[in-house]
């Protein structure tokens, strides 16, 4: 089984409903949670403990709420500060190589807002293209982003059953694209669909 640790990026969980309802189902779940607001200090975080974290896991998975279309300062800061050259990247820097990358994201919009067309004008996978970058980049597998629209109107109970749902997700085994391509042409085979004509 897959070791995950969830970085939660929300700068306040006092104000939350939705992000310390993921991480209350989530560490029910026995999954390490880290809140990056109770590690940083005036000076910035400790790379090294924050590096050693990382080093500790298989999955990581970045839980924020989406503030201007992105990830909240607070998480901007510790991924500048903690994929650092020689351990991120460059020279010797492989150490986030081939760990997952999972991104969950409450968001406080319709999904309908979220596509071209609707008042967002793009999707959500589309917005948080610049994480996608840094996983590659670093040699990281990203996964799908998990998002969790309307949090800001959801009831208690539907806030319970979608946490629960990330919590699930969070902890299964997710197929690469790889193995996802690999599957729908072994489909194709399987029902005699010539996919080029």
Same mark, same amino acid.
């Given at each position: 089984?897959?070791?995950v640790?969830v970085?939660?990026?929300?700068?306040?969980?006092?104000?939350?409903?939705?992000?310390?309802?993921?991480?209350?189902?989530i560490?029910?779940?026995?999954?390490?949670?880290?809140?990056?607001?109770?590690?940083?200090?005036?000076?910035?975080?400790?790379?090294?403990?924050?590096?050693?974290?990382?080093?500790?896991?298989?999955?990581?998975?970045?839980?924020?709420?989406?503030?201007?279309?992105?990830?909240?300062?607070?998480?901007?800061?510790?991924?500048?500060?903690?994929?650092?050259p020689? !351990?991120?990247?460059?020279?010797?820097? *492989? /150490? =986030?190589? +081939?760990?997952?990358?999972?991104? &969950? @994201?409450?968001?406080?919009?319709?999904?309908?807002?979220?596509?071209?067309?609707?008042?967002?004008?793009?999707?959500?996978?589309e917005?948080?293209?610049?994480?996608?970058?840094?996983?590659?980049?670093?040699?990281?597998?990203?996964?799908?982003?998990?998002?969790? !629209?309307?949090?800001?109107?959801?009831? *208690? /109970? =539907?806030i +319970?059953?979608?946490?629960?749902? &990330? @919590?699930?997700l969070?902890?299964?085994d997710?197929?690469?694209?790889?193995?996802?391509?690999?599957?729908?042409?072994?489909?194709?085979?399987?029902?005699?669909?010539?996919?080029?004509?």
């Amino acid at each position: 089984m897959k070791k995950v640790i969830v970085i939660s990026g929300h700068p306040d969980l006092s104000i939350s409903r939705v992000n310390i309802a993921i991480i209350s189902k989530i560490s029910h779940r026995g999954v390490k949670v880290h809140s990056l607001a109770s590690a940083v200090t005036p000076t910035g975080f400790d790379i090294r403990a924050e590096q050693a974290l990382l080093d500790a896991h298989d999955r990581i998975v970045l839980l924020f709420p989406l503030y201007w279309y992105s990830c909240p300062a607070i998480m901007k800061q510790w991924i500048d500060e903690v994929f650092a050259p020689g !351990y991120a990247y460059a020279r010797g820097g *492989d /150490e =986030l190589k +081939d760990k997952e990358f999972m991104i &969950v @994201a409450t968001v406080g919009a319709p999904s309908t807002g979220y596509r071209a067309g609707g008042f967002n004008r793009y999707t959500l996978d589309e917005l948080l293209r610049p994480l996608q970058q840094t996983v590659a980049y670093v040699k990281g597998i990203y996964l799908p982003v998990v998002g969790v !629209y309307e949090s800001v109107f959801i009831d *208690d /109970e =539907l806030i +319970d059953v979608a946490a629960q749902n &990330v @919590a699930e997700l969070v902890m299964e085994d997710q197929a690469s694209a790889d193995q996802l391509y690999e599957n729908m042409l072994l489909q194709a085979e399987q029902a005699q669909i010539a996919l080029l004509q």
